[in-house]
C-alpha cells in the first residue's frame, strides 16, 4: 500500500509479462529442471543412471510422507505426526516380524498402527473440532514416547529377508521403495481426481460450511483424510524398516517439516483447496535433488544448511511471482 | 412445522414457530434482520435439529437426521450465503453432494459432469461455462451457480432464503419467470427477501416473524406493504424513508469530486464525472458493470492505469487507502463481513479503528475517552447494541451496516464512497441508514452510492449515473430517472 | 607393484567400477587426489566436530578431498549419504554409525561397489573392513571406578543419561556395570539430558530439588556434564557432589581446570580414530591386512593430570 | 457475503467474547492449578520456594519465545524461525563479547540480529505475501546454517561475568531470566492492549482485508510482528547463553513447537485475532509444571514424553468442552 510496495509489485508485472507463458503451466517442475541443469553442468556424477535411482529412492520416504500430508494440506489442516507415527510403525512391524509373525503381518499391522493413529488425530481433529496442530502436536509427542516405550529405547534389528526385500531390495534394478513410492501416487492422484472421496476433499478445504451444507460428510472425510495421511505414515515407517534393516524408535524426527516443505514447494497452499499431488512430487524432487546435488559438490555441510533455507524460500518466491 | 422451538447456547432463537406450505405456492418468509427466517429454514431443510416441534412433511411425522436426508425426501434450499467452493468448477459445485456420474471402475467422469450441468444451466436461461472455478464469478454469478444448484435436484419444496440480494432486476426477472414455471409444475417454494416489491411480485402466501415468534401468516392479496411493515418491525415506522423533495439545487461552485478519463487495468473504461457537495450520485447498473471496480480505483485499492482524480478542482495521485483517506474520502465497501467488520473486535473499536491516533497519550491509548465520540455516534445512528464493549457480531445486519458507516464518519470525510450501503438489511433498518446518508448530504458531504436496487436508487439519489460494461452511458436527473430507463441504459441498449 | 597387489586381494567380490577405482589410484598421490567420505551422526554435536576436524588434518596431510556430512541423527539419511559417497565413487568411505545394526545395507552396498568402510567411534554390521573406536563400554566402567573410589564405595548418585545411539548405551552399560561391585552405592535418579547442555541443565535443576544428599554425579557426556555442573553452581549446591562426564571435551577441560565440582571425564580422541582409520584405509587400498578392530583407550582425564592432557 | 450469516454465528461469539474471557483464561488457569495441586501432592519438594524459582527459571526461555510468538498467530500467522535465531543470536553475542566487546553491546548485538532476522521473515511474509510456514521453515533452516558456520559448530564459552549474570545470576534471591521474562510480559500485555499497534494486530488477525481497506498499514505492521518475534527470540538467545554460560550453535532446536504449544494452550487460535498474553504465560507454565513435576516424580523419559503429549491435547480438549 505504500509506493515501495507499488513499485514492486510494478516490477513484479513486467518481469510476468517475460516469463509468463511457459511459467504459468510449469512452475515449479520448471525450478526442479534448472536445479536439475545446474547441478548435471556441475555436480560429478549426477546424471548417473545409478544417481537418479539414488535421489528416487531417497525421496521415496519422505515422498510417501508428502503425498498423505497433501491430502491433508488440502483441507485446510496440518499433520505434525507423520515423524512419530513413522517411528513407531517401524518399531512395531519390526517386532512382530522378529516375534515370528509372517512379515506380511507384520507388515500390514504396522501400517494399521499408521492407520489407527491417524483415525485418533481425525477424530480429535473434525468430531471435537480442535485445532489439528495441537491435536498432532500431542500425537507427535506422544506417538514416539509409545515408539521409545516399546523399544525400550533400542533399534530392533530386522531380520525377515521378505520384509527387508521392500525397503532395501530391487526388482529389476530398480529398488522397491521407488515402486512403492508410484503406486502411492499414482492411487493419491486418482483417489483425489476422480473418487467423491478426493472432490469432497478439496470441497471441504475450498469452503468447509458449504460443505456440510451441501450434505457432504465433513466429519467422516475429515477423519478419512487424517486416517490416509497415517495410513502413509505407517507404509513409510515399513519401507523405512526394510531400507535401514531395522525399526528405530528415533527414526524420522522432523520428517514433518520436510513432508510440509515438499507439500507446499509443490504448489498446495496452506489455505486449503488448491493443490495437486503432482506438484507434491515435484517439491519431493526439489528438496532431494538439493541434497544429493550439494553432498556430491561437496559443499560444507552447514553451508547445505544455508543454500537448502535459502532455495526453499526462493523457489516460493520464484512461483509466486508467475502469479 | 408446527411449534417449532430452537435455541443457541441457552438464547431462544425461534419459539413456537408454525408453518404451513402448500403444493405450487410461493410462501413469502418475513421478518427482520436477525428474526429467525435462516434457522427456520434451516430447520426445514435437515441442518439444524429442532429442540421441541414437529415437521410433518406430505402427512408423514420427519425426524431429519441429515441435509442429506432432507435433500433426499426432495427438500432443496437456496442459501443465504453463498455457499460454494471457490476453488471447484462450476460443474462440480452444482453436483456436489450428490452421487457424481462414474465409470465402470467407479472413477468420476469429468465430461459426464460438465455435460450434465450445461443442461441445468441452460435450463435457467444461464451460459456459464460449468468447467469455469467459481472464484473465478461475480457473486451474482456465483449466485446463479447456487440456483442451478438447488433446482438441479428436481425438489417438490425449494427454499430460496434472499436469493436476489445481489442480483439486478434482469437476473430477477429471469428468476422470476423460473419461479413461476416451477410453481406450475406443483414445487412449493419459501422466498425469503428483505425486498418488499418482490414479495407482491412472486408470492401467494406469507408468513412474519418477530423477535423468532410466529406473528402472523396470510394471502398476499389480502395485505399491504405497510401492514407487513408494521408487522414485521411492531410498531408504525413513520412511513418508508422518502427522500424530503428539494427543489433541485443546481450544483453551484466546484465540484467536490471529478473525475476525468479515468480507467483502470481493464475494466473500468474512460468515466468522467462530477459530484458536488451536498449531492447524492447514485452509480447504477447490471452486476459486474464495474461500479465497485470505479469505487475501488477512486480510493486508491486498486490501480488506475490513465486519467486523473480532482478532489477540490486539484488533481490528487492516491495511491492507497490510507492517502484516499487523508484527502477526506470515506469508503463503505460490498461486502461488510469480508471488507469492514474485525468480527474478533467490540463495537467500540471496530468504529474507532481507522481513528485510534486521535486517542493516544504519550503513545499509549485512552480508551476511556473515546466514549464520548462514540456515543455520539451510536445515537446519531441510532445503533441499537446492548453496549460499546460488545462484539461487532453479535449487531443485526443492519446495526453492522452502521457501524462501519461510523468509522467513516469519525474521519470527517468530504466524500463519500458506498457500495451497496443496505444490501441483506432489513426495511427498519434500511430506512435508518437512507435517512443518515441525506442528513449527511444536506451537511455538505458529496456521496457517491453504488447500488443494485433501483428504489434505492430511485429514492435516494439526487442524480442518477448508469454504467454499462465499464463505461459511463447515462447521467439522469431525479426528475426523469424511472426504473425502465436505468434498465434501458445499464442494459446497454443504446438505440434511442 | 602395490597397485597388483591391491587389485588382487579386492578381486574376488568386485565389479568393473572398482578396478576403475583402484586406476584412479594408480598413477601416484600427485595426480589423482585420494577421495573419502566421512558421514557422522551429527555435526551439531562437538565430538563429531572435531572429528571433522580430524578430517581436514586428513586432506592435508594425504592432499586428500574429504567429504563431511551430518546424518542429523536420521538412520535413513545416513544411508542416503553413503550412498550418494558410492555415486562420487569416493575411494573410502568413514562411518561413524548413527545405528549400527541399520546402517548394514548401506555398508553392504558400498562394499558391492568395492568401496572399503571403515567404521570410527562405533561399529557397524555389513561387513566393514576396519572399526577404530574408544572403548564406551570400558569409559563407563572407568568413570565408575574414579566415582566408586572417590565416594569410598558409598553414596547416593546420579545417572544423566543420553541419546539412544549405541555409544551412550555402552558407556551406561560399563558404568553400571562397575557400580555393581559397591552395592551401597545407590543410583537415586535416572533421567535423560538429552545429550546437550540445556536439557542436562534443566533435568537436573529438578533432580536437585527432589533429592538433599548427592554424592557424585555421572554424565554421558561433556555437554550434559556441564549442565550438570552450571546446574549445581546456581543452586548453591557447588560443594555438594561430583560429576564425572565422558569425552574429554574442551568445554570439559575448562571446567577441569576450574577445579570445582566437575572432577573427572573419561577422554576419547576424535581426530585421531580419523587419523587411525584414514591410515588403515590406505593401508586397506595398497593392499595390506589390517586388524578388525582397534581400540583406542580412552583415558580418565582429572583436574590433576588435565594440564598434560593433550585435548582435541 | 451476508449480514444474517455473521449474525447467526455472532452469537455465540458475542456471548464468548463477553463473558467467557474471564473463563477461557480462568478454564486453562484452572488446569495450571490442578495439575499443581496433584504435583503438590504427589512430588516430593514440588512446593518449595525453590522449586517454584525453578519452574520459573526454566520457563523464562520459551515463555520469551512465546510472547513472541503470541503477537505473530494473532495475526493468523506463525514463526518456526525462533529456535534458530535464538541460537545465532546467543553464538554472536558470545562471540563478541569474547572479543572484547563490553558485554551490553555484544548482549545488543546479537538482540539485534534476532530483530533482523525478524525484519526478513517479516518482509517475505508482508510484502511478497509468502507464507509464514515457507518463509519461516526457510529461515530455521539458513540462520541455524549460518550459526554453525561462524561458529564453525563447536559452543563458545562464555567469559564474561557481567552478561552470564544475565541468564544465571539472580537479584534478591530470585533468578534474573524471571525479572526479564515479567518485564517482557508486561510490555507485551502493554503493547498489545494500549498501543496502535497492538490493535491493529488484533485487527489485521480478525480481518486482514478489512484492516486493509480502513487504512492500516498491514505490510508494515506485519513487518513489525515478525521483527517482535525475532527481538524476542534475540533476547531469548542472550538470557540462554548467559544461562548456560555459552554461545550453542544447536541451541533451541525445537524450541518453537514449545513455543506454539504454549500459545495455543494459552487460548490464542490460529484463526488469528483472537487471544492474549496472559493465556501464554499459563501455557508456558503448565508445559513447565508438567516437565518439573514428572521429573521429581522420576518418571522414566519416554513415559514423560507420552504423559506430556496426552496432557497437551487433554488440556485444549477439556477447555473446548466447557464452551
Ligand atoms: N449458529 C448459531 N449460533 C448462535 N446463534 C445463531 C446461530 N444461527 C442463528 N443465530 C441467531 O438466531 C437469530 C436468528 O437468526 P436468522 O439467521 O435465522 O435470522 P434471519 O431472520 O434469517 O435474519 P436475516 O434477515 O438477517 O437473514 C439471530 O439472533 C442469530 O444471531
Ligand atoms: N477480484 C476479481 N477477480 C476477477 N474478476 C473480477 C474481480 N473483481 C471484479 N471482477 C470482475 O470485474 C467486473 C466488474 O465487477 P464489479 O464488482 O466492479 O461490478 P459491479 O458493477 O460492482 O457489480 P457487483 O454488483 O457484482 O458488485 C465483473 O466482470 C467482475 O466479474
Ligand atoms: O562419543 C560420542 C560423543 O560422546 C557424543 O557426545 C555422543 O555420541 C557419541 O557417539
Ligand atoms: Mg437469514
Ligand atoms: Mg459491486
Known sequence: MNPNTQLSSGNSVSLKQKVLPVWNQLGMLIILILLCIIMALFAPYFTEVNNVLNILKQSSITAILAAGMTVVILTGGIDLSVGSTLALSGVISVMLSNAGFPPLIAMLAGIGTGYFAGVINGYFTAVTKLPAFVVTLGSMTYLRGVAFVISGGLPLVLKNKFFIFFGAGSILGIPTPIYIMMVVYVIMFFVLKYTMFGRHVYAIGGNEEAARLTGIKVEKTLINVYSISGLMAGIAGVVMAGRVISGQPNAGVSFELDAIAAVILGGTSFVGGVGRIQGTIIGVLIMAVLSNGLTLLNVDFYWQMIVKGLVIVIAVLLDKLRN | MEAIHKSFSGVQVLRNINLELRKGEVHALMGENGAG???????????????????????????????????????????????????????????????FPKNKLGLVQWDEIFKKTKIVLESIGSDLNPKLRVSELSVAQQQIVEIARALSFNSEVLIMDEPTASLTDKEIDKLFVIINDLREKGVAIVYISHRMDEIFKISDRCTILRDGQWISSHPIAETNPEQLVKQMVGRDLNDLFQKKFSPLVTPQGEPVLELIDVCDKGIVKNISLKIYPGEIVGLAGLVGAGRTELIRAIFGISKMTSGVIKLNGKPVN?????????????????SRKEQGLFPNLSVKENMIMNQMHLYRKGGVLQYASMNAEINKYMKDLGVRAASIEQNVMGLSGGNQQKIVIARWLSIG??????????????????????????????????????????PEILGVSDRILVMHEGKLKAELSKEEATQEKIMYFATGEIKK | SNNNTATNNKGENKAANTTDTAATTEPA?????????????????????????????????????????SADQDLAKQTAQIEDFITKKVDLILLSPFDSKGIAAAVQQAKTAGIPVICVDGSADGGIDSVVMSDNVMAGTLAAQYLADRLGGKGNIVIIDGPPVSAVTDRIKGFEEGIKAFPDIKVISKQNGEGNREKALSVMENILQANKDINAVFAINDPEGVGVKIAAEQAGRGDEFFIVGVDGAPEAVDALKEKKAFAATSAQFPNEMVLKAVEIGIKILDGEK????????????TQDNVDSYRGW
Open chain 2, 37 to 99: 427466517k435462516s434457522t427456520l429454514m434451516k430447520i426445514m431443510a435437515g441442518i439444524y435439529r429442532p429442540d421441541s416441534g414437529r415437521i410433518i412433511y406430505k402427512g408423514e411425522e420427519m425426524a431429519w437426521h441429515s441435509p442429506l436426508e432432507a435433500r433426499g425426501k426432495g427438500i432443496s434450499v437456496i442459501h443465504q450465503e453463498i455457499s460454494l467452493s471457490p476453488n471447484l468448477t462450476i460443474g462440480e459445485n452444482i453436483l456436489m453432494g450428490t452421487k
Open chain 2, 318 to 334: 492516491i495511491k492507497s487507502p490510507i492517502e484516499a483517506m487523508k484527502h477526506g474520502i470515506a469508503h463503505v465497501p460490498e
Open chain 2, 413 to 454: 470525510p468530504k466524500v463519500l464512497l458506498l457500495d451497496e450501503p443496505t444490501r441483506g438489511v432489513d426495511v427498519g433498518a434500511k430506512t435508518e441508514i437512507h435517512k443518515i446518508i441525506c442528513e449527511l448530504a444536506e451537511k455538505g458531504l458529496a456521496v457517491l452510492m453504488v447500488s443494485s436496487e433501483l
Open chain 3, 29 to 69: 598421490k600427485e595426480a589423482k587426489k585420494l577421495k573419502i567420505g566421512l558421514t557422522v551422526p551429527s555435526l551439531s554435536n562437538p565430538f563429531f566436530v572435531a572429528m571433522s576436524k580430524g578430517a581436514q588434518e586428513v586432506a592435508t596431510k594425504y592432499n586428500a578431498e574429504v567429504i563431511t556430512v
Open chain 3, 290 to 301: 589390517v586388524e578388525q578392530q582397534i581400540l583406542i583407550p580412552v583415558e580418565l582425564i
